[in-house]
């Protein structure tokens, strides 16, 4: 039976981060990965934005997380070659009541010493964004973008130049824990079932982390929370750009579809929505079109049906579903659940990839899970 040191399930963005710190401590670590190529879940199928990290509850894990990651993914992307553009965000108010958002995420942003993060009135936005339509809006220029694919390919790198392994097309069915304390993990690969040892398990397996859980012989099963999955859809947007920054509405327009993003070629799209679903569906239903259309217009009257062509969509885990306020992530280490050496990560959603660096710092220097 093979043994190493620590194992991490799920090689997302997340998990290649944790995967990466952990072996920057000179420890063995193998990702174990059950799709064919990384990140082929969440993290392939985000917006790709650095997000600035003051739109989340005051002092939960997400805001903490993404403030710290966020200047953690510049300054790896700048010093490994990562392609990522710093090109802003604004934030329109669409009605008195959003104005009165607008407000108090200013004053957030404040506290939180966001860099450069002010308050504009509809004509000082306009003259940033010439097509928008708002009565005021939030400017956030620390926001950008990143290429996820090229960030997971560095992660996957540093961890590997550390001695990490990778090994893809492998399920976890059963874990079991030791009189040692030792974790033994069955697997599949490539349909041959196996069997290795590890001192160290975290699950950082996404949309599969509760289940994953559940398999877990001896794991507390109260302690396993429910997990919804919240779709979202993408519209690209076809013709001349219609913004050079990042537009997020702040009111229900933002999860109706109406925000709008670019990727680093400089492509606009607008998404997601928000569609509660119980399997891993991927489809984009084009009806949708009509809704997104009658949501992006509030901000930007010119839109039509002609500019907007299905693209994508995703699921976000989460640990509330419809009708419930949005979730904090939960990072269940030994303080939570008792067991020494493992840590589970549950509906790690937006903003994980901002915070996946700093995420890898707190499971592994934070979380008592090398303690």
Not at 104 to 129: I, K, Y
Not at 231 to 246: D, V
Not at 294 to 318: C, H, K
Request: include cysteine.
């Amino acid at each position: 039976m093979d043994h190493v040191t620590c194992i991490v399930v799920g090689a997302g963005v997340v998990g290649l981060a944790i995967a990466r710190e952990l072996a920057m401590t000179g420890r063995e670590v193998v990702i174990v990965e059950v799709n064919n190529r990384m990140g082929e879940e969440t993290s392939s199928r985000s917006n790709e934005v650095i997000h600035a990290g003051f739109l989340y509850p005051p002092d939960s894990i997400k805001e903490r997380l993404c403030i710290r990651g966020r200047d953690l993914m510049y300054r790896y992307c700048e010093t490994h070659g990562v392609g990522h553009r710093q090109v802003g965000k604004l934030l329109p108010a669409l009605d008195d009541n959003e104005v009165g958002i607008l407000e108090r995420l200013t004053e957030r942003a404040n506290v939180l010493q966001v860099p450069g993060v002010e308050l504009l009135s509809a004509a000082e936005a306009r003259r940033l964004e010439p097509n928008l339509n708002c009565q005021a809006a939030i400017y956030s220029p620390v926001s950008g973008i990143v290429d996820s694919h090229g960030l997971m390919i560095s992660l996957l790198a540093d961890a590997e130049a550390h001695g990490a392994m990778l090994a893809l097309g492998t399920s976890v069915d059963a874990v079991h824990i030791e009189p040692s304390g030792r974790f033994r993990v069955d697997f599949t690969a490539d349909n041959v079932p196996g069997t290795m040892t590890a001192d160290y398990l975290v699950n950082a397996s996404g949309l599969g982390a509760r289940p994953l859980a559940q398999r877990i012989e001896g794991y507390p099963q109260a302690l396993v929370p429910n997990v919804h999955f919240a779709k979202g859809s993408f519209f690209s947007c076809q013709g001349k750009t219609p913004f050079s920054r990042l537009i997020m509405p702040v009111g229900d327009t933002l999860w109706r579809g109406g925000a709008f993003t670019l990727d680093m070629a400089g492509q606009g799209r607008f998404g997601p929505n928000l569609e509660w679903v119980t399997t891993r569906d991927y489809s984009v239903n084009p009806d949708n079109v009509g809704a997104f259309v009658e949501n992006i217009s509030r901000y930007w009257p010119d839109v039509t049906a002609e500019r907007l062509q299905v693209s994508y969509a995703g699921i976000r885990p989460r640990l509330t579903g419809p009708g419930e306020p949005v979730s904090d992530w939960a990072i269940h280490g030994p303080q939570v659940h008792g067991i020494a050496n493992l840590v589970n990560l549950y509906a790690v959603e937006t903003p994980g990839l901002t915070a996946c660096l700093a995420t890898a710092e707190h499971v592994v220097h934070e979380s008592g899970l090398l303690s």
